[in-house]
């Protein structure tokens, strides 16, 4: 489950960056991974927890925006193409330059409380998770709130439907854009600190926690809700299969998923929703 | 084609330049030439599959790799000399690549792509676990080198010739081929699928074609690579190959077949340099550090540079052919 947890809110940074800018971003992994990383950093320089968790999200957030400015917008032939291999080269600039000042070895943060254990109802559960399922819980409604009731976020949701119209509508798809962009990073770096405590971090976790998000966002066709149900249930077969088949093929499971969802998807009984298919 | 001098007489000249090197330049030439030909050939199949029918696929990596595989393992059993291997690791390729392919072409734009990245990744990490066939994560050691007939290919120089023969003859199949009606064909729906369907191309046979073609190709390839370095290990077959190889179609041009040997040709002098200059003052150099450095032209160049360096290139010829034409049309 905390996986699943973990795979929604990063599916959700897909899906807001998707959905705005038509950008398939593929540094989302690499956030989460800079949010772990960089409180790490902060961390070992001797600042207490919650600075450097601030400190981390804040350079996440400006690394996101920086790379929208410098490598995202200025592409002259703007297609799905070109943006992928435009951010998926940004994934393996941040992942090098990580690697390159940090080193490979993996790192790890301790928990935000003290307590490690916890008992719940005759359950012992570490406070971690439930740190983790915090964040989902935060995260979810949070945005909804953000998206339902506010002005911005309003307008955000009209040029997720129609980018022309909301532009006409005096709203300024630009810094939107950047928005997103910004959010996103936020989001994921948010992400990879509360996960870091129980996973540990290293330079090359980004990519494939960042792919199950995907997977999630993908099959929940690009909605929060539809977000949240893939991801829990992704989360829950990755462990069923590490339990019964074989755990060093964990994460086979989840693209199998994604790539078996997508074959189905293109024939025609699926293809039938509105929003959100291509 | 595209306004590329294609004559003879250029085909002639860059392959005695090309069989001319090893008697004139050292071995650590030779050496890093070699390579240009093996990723080179990889890059100008990719090319096709990329520039011209306009499919993004990111398994190269995995038909290049499956094919190293199974000419490895076949010639490390005994099973089979590592020149039958290569065969039959490209049938085993192309056969692997028509199940999957079949499915997945349906996919488009960033669907194929995710697709893809997820097969790459799967393959990856099977190929790590499958520890009694493959060797897990340590690899395959001491493959044999490459023999026909009793001669064994051992230094530098054989796999140069054997490289560069392997991937000319890619590169001058695949200018047939896109002179051919099924060339013509990839064009046209890469530029429009509709139009293409409505002149009676059946887009997805043709998809399909060019698909295992290419892997199967990247397949040789891959053959060629393992022997060549007696050795493989699921980590060389990964994600930072292939963005060394979208590097190399991106700084060539995927518009044209020879773009991506040209960036291959750059790209493999550029990593040297890179690993010569910097290689004392950054400890830790690896495929991945590599990979900042190619992410770093991708950008460049796409921003600056979309056509690559064949595509700058055309258009100075084309430049030059108006301006000193005889005639102008």
């Known amino acids: ?278 | 084609m595209n306004g590329v001098p294609q004559s003879k007489l250029l085909w002639l000249v860059s392959i005695a330049f090309i069989t001319a090197i090893p008697l004139v330049a050292g071995s650590y030439v030779v050496g890093v030439m070699c390579f240009i030909a093996i990723f080179g050939g990889l890059a100008v199949s990719m090319g096709l599959l990329l520039g011209q029918a306009g499919m993004f696929s990111l398994a190269h990596p995995v038909w290049f790799g499956l094919g190293g595989y199974v000419s490895g393992i076949l010639a490390l059993r005994g099973i089979a000399p590592p020149w039958l291997g290569s065969i039959i690791g490209a049938v085993f390729v192309g056969f692997v690549s028509y199940v999957i392919g079949a499915p997945l072409l349906r996919l488009k734009g960033y669907y194929l792509a995710c697709a893809t990245f997820g097969l790459l990744l799967i393959v990856q990490i099977s190929l790590g676990q499958l520890g009694p066939l493959t060797g897990g994560h340590e690899g395959l050691m001491g493959i044999p080198p490459f023999s026909i007939g009793g001669f064994i290919l051992e230094t530098d120089v054989h796999y140069y010739y054997l490289s560069w023969a392997l991937c000319l003859a890619c590169l001058w199949f695949l200018y047939n081929l896109m002179g051919s009606r099924m060339g013509r064909a990839i064009k046209s729906f890469s530029d429009s699928e509709v139009a293409a369907k409505s002149m009676g191309i059946n887009v997805p046979r043709f998809k399909l074609k060019v698909f295992i073609l290419t892997a199967m190709m990247a397949s040789l390839t891959g053959s060629v690579y393992t022997c060549y370095l007696r050795f493989a290990e699921p980590g060389i077959f990964g994600f930072p190959l292939q963005v060394q190889l979208m590097t190399m179609v991106i700084i060539g041009g995927g518009k044209t077949l020879y773009g991506p040997l040209l960036g291959g040709f750059v790209v493999m002098w550029v990593k040297e340099l890179i690993h010569m200059y910097l290689g004392k003052v950054l400890p830790r150099m690896g495929a991945q550090v590599d990979a900042l450095f190619f992410g770093v032209l991708i950008i460049v160049i796409l921003i600056f540079m979309p056509g690559g360096l064949s595509g700058w290139m055309d258009r100075l010829l084309d430049l030059g052919r108006r301006t000193f034409g005889k005639t102008s049309g």
């Open chain 1, 1 to 278: 489950m905390t996986g699943g947890s973990i795979y929604a809110v990063i599916g959700i940074c897909w899906s807001l960056v998707y959905l705005i800018t038509k950008v398939l971003n593929f540094t989302t992994g690499e956030f989460v991974m800079l949010g772990g990383m960089l409180t790490w950093v902060f961390r070992t320089a001797g600042f207490s927890l919650v600075p450097s968790v601030l400190f981390a999200v804040a350079c996440t957030i400006l690394i996101s925006m920086i790379l929208e400015r410098i490598a995202v917008r200025p592409v002259r032939y703007p297609n799905e193409v070109t943006y992928m291999m435009i951010t998926i080269a940004g994934a393996s600039v941040i992942k090098g330059l990580v690697l390159l000042a940090w080193g490979s070895e993996t790192r790890r943060i301790e928990s935000f409380f003290d307590t490690e254990i916890i008992h719940l109802f005759g359950a012992t559960i570490t406070s971690q998770v439930l740190c983790v399922f915090g964040l989902l819980v935060i995260v979810t409604i949070g945005l909804s709130l953000f998206l339902n009731r506010t002005l911005f976020g309003k307008a955000l949701r009209a040029s997720a439907v129609n980018l022309t119209g909301a532009s006409l509508m005096g709203i300024d798809i630009g810094r939107f854009r950047l928005f997103c962009f910004g959010l996103a990073g936020g989001l994921g770096a948010i992400t990879g600190i509360v996960i870091t405590p129980i996973t540990f971090t290293g330079y090359e976790v980004g990519m494939l926690t960042g792919l199950k998000g995907l997977v999630a966002a993908i099959v929940g066709g690009w909605t929060m809700t539809g977000t949240m149900v893939a991801a829990l249930a992704l989360g829950l077969i990755e462990g069923f299969g590490a339990g019964f088949i074989s755990a060093g093929l964990k994460d086979v499971f989840a693209l199998l998923i994604m790539i078996l969802f997508l074959i189905v998807r293109t024939m025609n009984f699926a293809s039938r929703t509105g929003r959100g298919s291509p």
